[in-house]
């Protein structure tokens, strides 16, 4: 019923008017997958801002987690992962081994992937560039602008990313180390989500921030697959 008279309206502009109303009507779907966030009192922002910062540890960091991977299929498998991120930098170094402490993958980031060591079909540019990914986003504050600070409707604080590729990344912090990371591409589509939570004790960590012993990545595309990592062990390599 309320198409008839956007026929008419349309049919009455010009080219360029279509153009502009067509392209201004794809910008407002675009948003429509993105949850509204609450407004909350401008006193309780800083505080929102800073539990968002305290996500995401400063300086430089070794991690070895037991990682699960789960396949189309169900399918599960088991390996280490070592992984070494410096904050500031951005940069990351990572290993990927199996049970028995055989190296298939040896890679660093900075700026672009190198992979150093490589065992088909873990040698991909392709496959190490997505990882390399997971990693910036579980581990990286959100590069862009906080365009948004709010709360969700289960009452969890959200400070909202947009960066230059107009992905648009949700960071959702509730109490100590649970918290989740959501990321939404430019039409507002669930891209992927990372959710931590099973507070541990990390020696050295930062205002005595505990560290979520478990983080679950997900990814939502069409080569969907899922990641458990299950901290082993944690080691800042960086003082103050």
């Known amino acids: 019923m309320k198409m ?17 109303w067509l392209i201004l009507l794809l910008g407002t779907v675009s948003c429509t997958g993105l949850p509204k966030l609450d407004p909350v009192n401008l006193s309780t922002i800083p505080e ?35 992984t070494v991120i410096s904050q500031e930098e951005r940069k990351i170094e990572s290993v990927i081994m199996t049970i028995e402490g055989f190296v298939f993958l040896d890679a660093y980031y900075d700026q672009k992937v190198v992979i150093n060591r490589g065992i088909p079909p873990f040698d991909s540019i392709d496959f190490v ?12 504050k959100p590069e862009g602008s906080l365009v948004e ?27 100590g180390c649970d918290w989740e990371i959501r ?14 939570d099973h507070c541990k004790k990390v020696p050295d960590s930062p205002n005595k921030i505990d560290f979520p012993g478990r983080i679950k990545l997900a990814s939502h595309g069409i080569n969907r697959y899922a990641l458990a990592f299950e901290l082993k062990e944690a080691k800042r390599l960086t003082k103050d």
């Open 183 to 196: 990321q939404y591409n430019p039409g507002g589509t669930l891209t992927k989500t990372v959710k931590a």
């Open 129 to 140: 560039r997505g990882m390399m990914d997971d990693i910036k986003l579980m581990f990286f």
């Open 4 to 20: 008839v008279p956007s026929v008419i309206i349309f049919a009455s502009l010009s080219m360029k008017s279509i153009t502009f």
């Open 149 to 175: 600070s709010g709360m969700s409707g289960d009452g969890s604080h959200v400070c909202r990313f947009t960066n230059d590729a107009d992905r648009v990344i949700d960071v959702i912090t509730n109490n």
């Open 48 to 82: 929102i801002h800073k539990r968002c910062s305290d996500v995401f540890l400063e300086g430089k960091w070794r991690f070895v987690h037991l990682i699960e991977f789960t396949m189309p299929g169900n399918k599960k498998s088991f390996v280490i992962g070592i």
